[in-house]
């Protein structure tokens, strides 16, 4: 958006050199009535061409104006909250404004062109005839008059471009970020990531989501289990019962089920039902001997029987 501001506050200054050399060329022709005489014909003819001349100048400082209205709005434009939509809405009115300058700029140079011609028709025509000498010369203070109103103009214009381009514009477009490749390890990692900041229920949440987009992943035993944990990390003994027992019924070769076992038989000692609590220990200690959650499950196990004989004792 800038660089086409910054582009169109360039064109408007190669187009002012032109207006300025439109103008000069055209006082130049028109002045050098006052060395020579022509005739009657071809001063009718001249002054036709003047006149042709003359509306060309009128529509394009008609045109400088309507770009004039049009940097403005642009500029109001951009004082603005800047949406999608708007910068694209901005982008559009940029490149209209750019055509337009740059077909300003090819009628200037025609119009150049065309006073260069009758500027030579002028001298060539002038030899001498000095008839109608007075009236040139009011037409051409005239002249220089409005040649000078459109110039005075032109310089506005190309101040407000220079202010324009040297002032705070439109933020640049936002350079879009790739979105990060999301993967079935990174998405286990940041529930896990999650848990272990102590976030129970978001990290709960997140692992759910886990085993609804990977339901065949290798993880999703691992994650069931953290699912689970998180019910027991919060004290919701009933509930993280059943998620261990969904992880022992679901996964059966999964080596998180010896941990699954041994966390369900302490969440129904919390719930005061020892007899289950045994029975889950016995069975653990059974089914996975070598295990370090089976030595676990034993040293449990004495320590209820201990307690057990205490209780007999008092």
Not at 37 to 56: H, M, P, T, W
Not at 95 to 100: A, G, K, S, T, V
Request: glycine share 6%.
């Amino acid at each position: 958006m800038s660089r086409g501001l910054r582009a169109g506050g360039r064109l408007i200054k190669r187009l002012c050199p032109a207006l300025r050399s439109a103008a000069i060329l055209k006082l130049c022709g028109v002045v050098l009535l006052f060395s020579g005489c022509i005739s009657a014909g071809n001063f009718e003819s001249l002054r036709s061409d003047v006149n042709q001349l003359k509306r060309e100048v009128y529509a394009q400082k008609r045109t400088v104006t309507g770009l004039k209205e049009g940097v403005g709005s642009l500029e109001g434009k951009t004082a603005k909250v800047v949406t999608k939509e708007s910068l694209e809405a901005i982008r559009n009115s940029q490149e209209m404004l750019y055509d337009q300058l740059t077909g300003l700029n090819r009628d200037l140079q025609l119009l150049q062109g065309k006073f260069d011609e009758k500027n030579y028709a002028v001298e060539t025509a002038l030899s001498g005839n000095k008839a109608g000498m007075t009236e040139l010369k009011s037409r051409v203070e005239e002249m220089a008059g409005e040649v000078k109103q459109l110039m005075a103009r032109v310089q506005v214009l190309e101040k407000k471009f220079d202010a324009l381009s040297k002032g705070p514009l439109v933020e640049k477009k936002a350079v879009k970020k790739k979105a990060p490749v999301v993967t079935e390890e990174g998405v286990y990692r940041q529930a896990l990531k999650t848990f272990r900041d102590g976030k129970y229920k978001k990290a709960r949440k997140q692992f759910e989501d886990f085993l609804r987009r990977y339901p065949d992943s290798d993880l999703s035993d691992n994650a069931q289990f953290w699912i689970a944990e998180s019910f027991y990390k919060e004290g919701v003994y009933e509930d993280a019962i059943l998620a261990y027992e969904t992880l022992i019924r679901k996964f059966p070769k999964s080596d998180k089920v010896p941990g699954a076992m041994l966390k369900q038989a302490y969440s129904f000692q919390e719930l005061g039902d020892k007899n289950t609590t045994k029975v889950i220990l016995s069975t653990l200690k059974e089914r996975f001997p070598k295990s370090k959650e089976a030595k676990l499950a034993e040293k449990k196990l004495q320590a209820l029987s201990k307690n057990a004989q205490q209780k007999k004792t008092h």
